[in-house]
């Protein structure tokens, strides 16, 4: 079953979100159970009264299993998916209260960031035929400056005065004359004209005052504020493809409507936004107390705990309540395990997954399966230098083999180790692509060999050198 890209994610079942995610992920069949069965629960409450639908809490879900093996990505697909705001963050960028770094509740405000520029980007494409054609409008004033109509009033007798009939007729030869220029325009003739176009550089500084969360950037912003508040409009040349681009990109933000934007950002966020807490294993456990205080364990859990449970963050663009976002978290928990968690927060985390370490077989897979496969990304890299590139099946088994071995004698960083063995295989192909006569390239098992040989035995001497 292929789940095209524009299916209505409404009548999309647990089972199509799992064959769609299956375009893009290999394997870890519970873990994409979980999150279909999470998204589908969603898209059933919001069809459910909402005294009822108020009280139905999200199931958030931590994911554990090595680096490498899709963690992210199964949540990255998911999001992208259902069209939702999505934000990933770092458990161990977090500090406790009181402490100079990243606050806990900035998630919720980079992630009204997201869905503002998400909701901002759709109306602009929305009003983006309406906005060109006001930008054709203003690029043509330019190319032929108005002409005010002759009003009949300033006349005595307009119908036997031959001034007024004279310039009747001159401005109808210019409502003609700047109809021609429009269709030239419009179908590209006048592309290589050049015109001076004057821009507000202080247009939109107050809607974008402090548009990045971190407060080591408000200097930056309060410095270009100040320069584009002194500056005034600005006059510059460009060729008339670029004035019609600049002039659209105006009239968009002229006809969005900036307050329906927000309280369409805000629902966004509340009812449909995913969190993914990257890293929860590195702040689970508790201090010991032997080595002095810790700022970024147990306080960073109890930071995070009233966001998932559901509170409302204040953010510049209003308040909004974190109830109903969805929250996944996970790690690798080799040196923990998710009960070392403060038992409150285990709790917010009723779903509990567990992903399989990549075998050879899983790797041949994310070589060739997915949609944008290592293997297709390499062939169309090369194609723009009329390289063809192709794989022998047991090529692509060598180069799984070794990817396998190497997680299993260094560390196990999962589909990841793919990319580095690539790059490795393929660097003479790459390096030489533009330059060659023989424009197909066979990767065989042999070549595999030969270019791996070496590397691997270095991987195996870095164990023992200092």
Not at 14 to 36: C, F, M, T, Y
Not at 69 to 90: C, D, H, M, N
Not at 385 to 393: A, P, T
Request: glycine share 6%.
């Amino acid at each position: 079953m292929k789940i095209l890209p524009g299916k209505n994610l409404d009548t999309m079942t647990p089972k199509e979100i799992v064959e769609s995610l299956n375009r893009h992920i290999v394997g870890q069949d519970k873990a994409k159970k979980a999150v279909a069965i999470a998204l589908r629960n969603r898209i059933r409450r919001l069809k459910l009264p909402p005294e009822i639908a108020e009280e139905i809490a999200p199931k958030n879900i931590i994911m554990i299993g090595p680096t490498g093996v899709g963690k992210t990505e199964i949540a990255r697909r998911l999001a992208k998916l259902a069209k939702s705001p999505f934000l990933k963050v770092e458990a161990t960028k977090f500090t406790e209260v009181g402490y100079v770094g990243k606050d806990a509740q900035s998630m919720v405000r980079d992630l009204m960031e997201i869905a503002v520029g998400m909701v901002k980007k759709e109306m602009a494409e929305y009003v983006k035929d309406k906005a060109r054609a006001k930008a054709i409008e203003k690029v043509v004033d330019i190319l032929l400056p108005p002409l005010e109509k002759p009003d009949p009033d300033d006349y005595l007798d307009e119908e036997e005065d031959p001034q007024y009939k004279s310039e009747l007729k001159a401005y109808e030869n210019y409502l003609k004359t700047r109809e021609k220029m429009k269709k030239m325009v419009e179908k590209g003739e006048l592309d290589e004209r050049e015109v001076e176009i004057e821009v507000d550089s202080r247009r939109n500084s107050t809607f974008e005052i402090f548009s990045q969360g971190d407060i080591d950037e408000i200097g930056v912003n309060v410095k270009d504020i100040m320069d584009s508040m002194f500056s005034g409009p600005k006059k510059k040349k460009v060729k008339v493809p670029e004035a019609i681009n600049i002039y659209t990109r105006i009239a968009e933000q002229e006809l969005i409507d900036y307050d329906k934007l927000i309280e369409e950002a805000i629902k966004r966020v509340e009812h449909s936004g995913i969190v993914f807490i990257d890293e929860i294993d590195k702040v689970a456990g508790r201090e010991s107390g032997k080595y002095g205080p810790d700022v970024s364990r147990e306080g960073v859990q109890r930071d995070i705990l009233p966001i998932v449970e559901g509170t409302t963050v204040n953010t510049k663009y209003g308040p909004v309540k974190t109830d109903h976002i969805l929250f996944i978290a996970s790690g690798a928990f080799h040196v923990s395990s998710p009960s070392d968690l403060i038992p409150e927060l285990q709790g917010r985390f009723p779903i509990r997954v567990e992903l399989n370490a990549l075998t050879k077989d899983d790797l041949v897979k994310i070589l060739t399966l997915p949609e944008s496969a290592l293997t297709k990304q390499y062939k169309a890299l090369l194609s723009t230098d009329g390289v063809e590139i192709e794989f022998e099946e047991k090529a692509i088994h060598k180069i799984a083999e070794y990817a396998e071995k190497i997680n299993s004698t260094l560390e196990n960083i999962g589909a990841r180790r793919l990319h580095t063995i690539m790059e490795k295989v393929l660097e003479d192909v790459m390096f030489e692509a533009p330059d060659v006569k023989e424009k197909k390239v066979v990767i065989t098992p042999d070549y595999v060999d030969e270019k791996l040989k070496d590397f691997v035995q270095d991987q195996d001497l870095g164990k023992y050198i200092l």
